[in-house]
């Protein structure tokens, strides 16, 4: 799997966008960008995923770049819920095996 | 639906005694992942399981550590002589089939060693 880069932790105010980065130079191109996040002391929850289009759903919206080299998690209306370590990792889809999460970023969302 | 259930939350143990944990995945889920996280780190695959097989047991400690999905029950996570270092969360996780992206993750269960 490829690697990624994420920075270490960002802040964010209430009711704004927050736009949180990934760099995946290596990422190849059967893999798909996975983001997950994981609120204090719970299990990790799937936010969103792509190959190489911009997706949207109802948490987020990923944005690939066109050489697929970097990515960005939107969440548009960020909250005071959405305080949480989010996760970027790269994966083949159908690989069958787990997902491998490294340190992410830190998001905090202030009032 | 239920979500995957884990337990026991919290789980003390003494160092050298046995620490179980279990996991029941979502109904009709019948891959189940366990995820350990130590203390101010990452999640680190531990293993992967269908029902009553080990498909990928890469990230599990060569010794003391084991992992089983039976035909009928949850699937547990069981750790022998436990060690201070032993103390983390355990995460379960579960997926309808292996060609998913999306895993459905349990509350964790975090063990203490004393």
């Known amino acids: 799997d490829a690697k990624t880069t994420q920075p270490p932790s960002m802040d964010c105010a209430e009711g704004r966008a927050a736009n949180l980065p990934c760099n995946h130079s290596?990422?190849?191109?059967?893999?798909?960008v996975y983001w997950y996040r994981q609120i204090h002391s719970q299990g990790p929850q799937y936010i969103i995923h792509g190959l190489k289009n911009n997706e949207t759903n109802e948490m987020a919206s990923l944005i690939i770049t066109e050489d697929r080299k970097s990515s960005t998690l939107i969440l548009p209306h960020a909250t005071l819920r959405d305080t949480a370590v989010y996760y970027c990792i790269v994966r083949v889809r159908d690989s069958g095996y787990a997902l491998n999460f490294g340190k992410g970023t830190s998001l905090l969302v202030t009032p | 639906n239920a979500g995957v259930m884990q337990n026991p939350r919290h789980l003390v143990r003494r160092r050298g005694q046995e620490a179980r944990l279990r996991c029941s995945p979502m109904k009709g889920h019948s891959h189940v992942y366990w995820y350990r996280q130590l203390p101010e780190e990452g999640l680190k695959f531990m293993v992967y399981l269908q029902k009553e097989n080990i498909i990928d047991e890469s990230g599990m400690p060569k010794e003391r550590f084991s992992a089983e999905f039976p035909k009928e029950g949850p699937s547990i996570l069981r750790i022998q002589q436990v060690v201070r270092g032993d103390s983390a969360a355990y995460f379960c996780?579960?997926?309808?089939?292996?060609?998913?992206?999306?895993?459905?993750f349990g509350e964790g269960s975090r063990l203490t060693v004393l």
């Open positions: 290596t990422i190849s191109g059967n893999e798909y």
């Open positions: 996780a579960s997926s309808p089939t292996s060609k998913r992206w999306e895993l459905f």
